[in-house]
Structures are given as C-alpha cells and as structure tokens.
C-alpha cells in the first residue's frame, strides 16, 4: 500500500479528530449559562493544512473521454468561527447560542458515520479480496 496515502491512518486520524470535536461542543452546551463563556470550536482548516501536507495534491484522472474534467471549487465559503459575527452575545456575556452548537454536532455526528462507512466499505473490499473474489 502506498505509504503516502495510507487511507486507513486518515480515516483514524479523522476520527479522532471528530471525536475531539464532540468534547469541544459538548463542553460549549454545558457552559451555555455560564456568565462570559465564549464558545470554542476546532478549526477544520488546520486539519485539512495538515492532510494536504501529508498527501499532497490530487488531482482527479479522466479515465475515458466520455467523463467530465473536475468543476467544482477548491474551497468553499464560511470558516469555523463565523458565530461571533452572526450573533450577539447575551447579557450575562455569554456567547453559546444552543442551536448553533446542536447544529454543528449533527454535522460533526454525520461526518463521523461517513468515516465509519468508509473504513466498514475499504474493509468489505480487503475481505472480497482475500476471499479470492466475489
């Protein structure tokens, strides 16, 4: 297996930091009616800066000349972050707006089922393999 892009150290790596993710925003819900609590978060970019490191560019092949070329942007908008922006703070100070973090625990939940997926489709593949077919 090419040791650059060894798939399975990136799906843990995700994982763990989805997991970490999840501790920052259940700490962020716990402290909601602390008095100038301001919400924290991971930034996505950083991890994505350290996988973009690690693996370097890929760029997608045409394997027959009936598929299209790549379209679609490199980055898309938003950063992590933008809640101070979009909202006030409440008297006490406190910046947790309860919506928000729930939204992004759903989104922190659903890419962690989509890594677990993932991992469950590539070991599903190996066993096919090892099984001489299928």
């Not at 090419?2 to 990136?10: C, H, R």
């Not at 100070?93 to 729930?102: H, K």
């Amino acid at each position: 297996m090419d040791e650059k892009l060894n798939l399975f150290a990136v799906i843990a790596k995700r994982m763990d930091w989805l997991g970490q993710r999840q501790n920052v925003l259940a700490r962020n819900m716990a402290n909601s009616d602390t008095p100038k609590y301001v919400p924290q978060d991971l930034d996505e970019e950083q991890f994505l800066n350290v996988l973009r490191r690690r693996i370097g560019p890929i760029a997608p092949q045409r394997t027959h000349a009936a598929h299209l070329s790549g379209t679609a942007p490199r980055s898309g908008p938003g950063k992590a972050g933008d809640q101070k922006d979009t909202y006030e703070t409440s008297p006490s100070g406190n910046a947790v707006i309860l919506e928000q973090q729930l939204m992004k625990v759903a989104k922190t939940q659903g890419e962690h089922q989509t890594m677990t997926n993932l991992y469950r489709k590539h070991m599903e593949m190996f066993r096919i393999v090892l099984r001489g077919g299928g």
